[in-house]
């Protein structure tokens, strides 16, 4: 075969297995949905909110992170998945394959797997500097979300995401319910006042933080606040944050840099000490959680006992679980619908559910929500915090 040949045969099977794949890829688009094109998503007062998810773990959270994932799913979100640095990456590309396999991810492309993990070191600041990228990379990729939740992989929602855009959708877009408090009590001695640092931020290796000898004195520039690392952050403060002018956000990252558990401070203190977003401040989490009693340092498991009370508490999530527990079985029959290995159902799924087809293989207009019977509490509770933020007595005191 001379050059020329080898050169046009080489064309043709390329065509060939071009034309091949494209005949596949049709084939598979059409038959796996119904509407193999996303209906397009509007935002704006007019229509419900939308909400960017940061979910993360560490090794060997891959399927957690995955269920967790279905759980919250709705095509109006946006999410970022973070598999820290100690996962390997084998399990951060198996979590990408997991979810771009999703029949509704294959055409709204609104998940993304943190590709270049970082270190995320248990009580170390490492973990703000993970927050604050991943507040970044949604702000970058998406301009239509309203509000940023952050989830662990040992949480789990107690609504539908219906339920979640009907309760928000009449409050005020700039508000950011965040669980605060400056009376820091023995968090003072014990969490504020001593030096530690993250080696996560430095060294390759994985490693704990240490603590400095000498402590220092509680901040007088500003007033320290701290709180449920829990939060669920309006777009505003995060762009004010992480693009803003202020030099606020970033003293304050340079102070937290060496508080132990900078992320129950971090938040707290810029919103409190930032005139413009003081008053945009809810009290609370939304979080179910039992503290160990004593010495309530720790959320305790939840199991199967809790759920009436878990179920009847008009949070919109709760932690923490043990992975695959069975009370997670039970959310998913009993509040989110779920089938096993698929997203939650909302209004926007339109196939007809049996036991071997997956409700939201299909879809029509993903702009309505349609909240089911456990809307109303988390609407109660929503709107009772608003009225006390009103008030103002439990705002940054
Ligand atoms: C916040 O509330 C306080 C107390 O009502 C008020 O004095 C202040 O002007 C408000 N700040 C903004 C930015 O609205
Ligand atoms: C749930 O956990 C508590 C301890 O936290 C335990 O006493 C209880 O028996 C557990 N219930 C079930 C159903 O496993």
């Not at 001379?2 to 596949?24: D, H, N, P, Q, V």
């Not at 509000?147 to 928000?168: E, G, K």
């Not at 909240?371 to 509490?377: D, F, I």
Request: with cysteine; net charge negative; hydrophobic share 40%.
């Amino acid at each position: 075969m001379g050059a020329e040949k080898r050169w046009l045969f080489t064309l043709f099977s390329a065509a060939t297995a071009s034309l091949f794949l494209i005949f596949l890829f049709s084939f598979y688009a059409f038959s796996s949905s119904g509407s193999p094109f996303p209906t397009p998503i509007h935002h704006g007062p007019h229509h419900p909110p939308s909400f960017a998810y940061y979910i993360y773990g560490g090794r060997g959270d891959r399927n957690r992170i995955f269920r967790l994932f279905l759980a919250v799913y709705h095509p109006r979100n946006r999410y970022l998945l973070h598999l820290g640095a100690e996962a390997s990456d084998d399990e951060r590309m198996a979590l990408a394959v997991q979810v771009a396999a999703v029949p509704a991810v294959r055409s709204f492309g609104n998940a993304d797997v943190a590709g270049k993990p970082s270190r995320l070191t248990d009580m170390g600041a490492s973990n703000i500097a993970s927050t604050l990228r991943a507040a970044s990379v949604l702000l970058k990729v998406d301009s239509g979300w309203d509000w940023f939740i952050t989830l662990s992989a040992s949480d789990y929602p107690l609504i539908t995401q219906d339920d979640l855009a009907h309760a928000f959708s009449s409050v005020s877009r700039d508000l950011n319910f965040i669980d605060h408090t400056s009376d820091l009590g023995w968090k003072e001695e014990q969490r504020i006042q001593p030096i530690v640092v993250d080696p996560g931020l430095y060294l390759a290796r994985r490693s704990k933080i240490f603590y400095a000898t000498q402590t220092r004195p509680t901040p007088d520039a500003f007033k320290v606040f701290t709180g449920s690392s829990w939060v669920t952050l309006s777009r505003e403060f995060l762009e004010y944050c992480i693009l803003g002018w202020d030099n606020l956000p970033r003293m304050l990252l340079m102070y937290f840099n060496n508080v132990m558990l900078a992320e129950e401070g971090y938040f707290h203190s810029v919103i409190c000490n930032s005139p413009e977003f003081m008053n945009t401040t809810v009290n609370s989490d939304l979080r179910f959680m039992i503290w160990d009693n004593p010495p309530k340092m720790h959320p305790v498991f939840l199991n199967l006992s809790d759920f009436i009370q878990m179920a009847q508490s008009g949070a919109a999530f709760a932690r923490q679980f043990h992975r695959d527990d069975p009370v997670l079985d039970l959310i998913d029959e009993k509040i989110l619908n779920r089938g096993q290995g698929q997203v939650s159902p909302g209004a926007w799924c339109t196939a007809r559910a049996s036991w071997w087809n997956d409700p939201c293989s299909q879809w029509g207009d993903i702009n309505v929500v349609r909240p089911g019977p456990l809307a109303k509490r988390l609407e109660e509770t929503v709107s009772n915090l608003v009225d006390d933020m009103k008030s103002q007595a439990n705002q940054c005191k």
